[in-house]
């Protein structure tokens, strides 16, 4: 129905605070592979105003080299676990 609202994308910024038991992964859409999402680095190049997607472009995947990476945030633990608080 249109594009997003400027105002409304997601920011770098917002990628910086992680909630405690969790973790920012890179998935790659290709082949699935999972790595550390390196927030810090995209921060120092991009800045804290980039939309996130537009920062995720430049990402490659280290398996497959593919351009496809999507930003997810990973518990560490399952639910029921005693170590979830």
Request: proline share 8%; glycine share 6%; hydrophobic share 35%.
């Amino acid at each position: 129905m249109g594009s997003r609202a400027s105002e409304r994308l997601p920011r770098l910024a917002s990628l910086r605070k992680t909630p405690r038991g969790f973790v920012r992964m890179a998935v790659c859409l290709n082949c699935q592979h999972m790595a550390p999402l390196p927030v810090r680095d995209l921060v120092r190049r991009y800045g804290e105003v980039c939309p996130v997607e537009m920062a995720l472009i430049h990402l490659r995947c280290e398996e497959c080299q593919g351009s496809k990476v999507e930003a997810r945030l990973v518990p560490l633990c399952e639910p029921g676990c005693r170590r979830w608080r």
